[in-house]
């Protein structure tokens, strides 16, 4: 009973403690939601947005009243004959406030407001830029652990075919040759495979380093898995409205707009060094009379008063300040129109990419269709002795080639289709405009159909 408890206990507590270590599991939107929550640069950019936070604080203390003391006490070791008294003292608290700034503060405060919102901005572009390329990551890992499939049914296949071969040339139906071409092929698949397998390997560390994920030494396993399947879903967007929307809603272009606001009010603030500030003070203010015969050496009293000072003439600072800021504000404009070409530019290049990617899988659709129905005739030629073993494996070749093509093209739809919400601004279901998509859907349904491209035929031979 001991014995059967104890195996028990432990097998409990293995269970438990193989969930407590099993990998996650990730959808693509639980993977753009964990990046959002763990990427290193949207945690760079947040902070940022602090930062100015606190620099709008700062600036915004020149509108308010300032609170100050100051003290001294000194006593001389030694002093000549001399009426005054060997010891000094004061204290003084002191509440000041701003009268006029020459449009110094003001300038200041919408400056820091406008860096609070630029930064803003740049964190959207960053995590629409971060969401964009797990989205590429997942669907590069989707891509690459099918075409791992693909190429381990077809080592097996061709595994199975050798087998067959060598059955055949040992019973005396097939010579020699048959079996080295089975050799052959079954060679060449191989390192196919290994290639696949590396490369789903290093897309599970791209989208490792978006979640801001540290591998374990010695990990040879990424530390979570993803689910799904590669998926086809059409989507016909119209690029004029792309690019309106990309205009419009681009964090990118709106940042480079509030750099122009923030040069013209640093104008502001650079020409207020040339007028008058005017401050107000007033507090309550303890010191000693050192001369006995002025007065009592203890005194003390309100005071209040204004303190005013006008440079002049600084040199031309001011001037050269103002010209700096002119030519950093035109710099602003020739940015600002650059991103707008740039923004455009990416919103078109991706939208080719999408109609290039749907033109291939047009292209695909009879192509695998062909390549198995050619399949199907080798195979039935080679059972009758019309063909020859080659044709066939020439058609098998072809049939895997025509599938991988066709998971290479979902895949570059796919990342198309991230590339251009990224441009837009806009989630990929924004980008879905209405009629179109159904009328697509309706007319490609078998297009739709993607979860079986994945699939070589099953035997090389009838035989």
Known sequence: MRLELGAVVFLATFAVASRAHTAPTYTIEQAVATAQAQNPDI?????????????FIEARSGFLPSISSTGLYDKRQQQSETRLREEDYNATLRVEQNIYTGGAVTSQVAIARLDIEK???????IASRVAMDVRIAFNEILLNRAKVRVRQDSVRVLDEDLKGQQQSFSAGIVGKLNVQRAEVALANERPELFNAETQLRNSYLRLGDLFGADAGPGAKAAPFEVSG???????HPDLNECLARADANRAVIKARQKDIQIQDQQYILDRSGSRPHVRAFSGYEVYSERDPEVGQEFNYGYVVGINATWNIFDGF???????????????AGEALAAARRGVASEVRSAFFDLEQAERVLQAEIKNVQ?????????KGNFAAGLGTQLDTLQAASDVTGTRT?????????NVALARLAHACSSSAEALDFGSKIKNAKNDNRNAAQASDVARPPAK???R
């Open 405 to 413: 093509t066709r998971l290479s093209a979902i895949y570059l739809h």
């Open 119 to 125: 930064q803003n901005y740049e964190l959207q572009e």
């Open 229 to 235: 399947e590669l998926q086809y879903e059409p989507n």
């Open 460 to 462: 090389l031979s009838r």
């Open 43 to 55: 945690a760079i950019a947040r902070k940022k947005v602090q930062a100015a936070r606190g620099g």
């Open 317 to 331: 600072a001011t001037r050269g300040r103002m010209q700096a800021t002119r030519a950093r504000r035109e710099a």
């Open 370 to 378: 062909t390549a198995d129905e050619a399949l199907e005739i080798a």
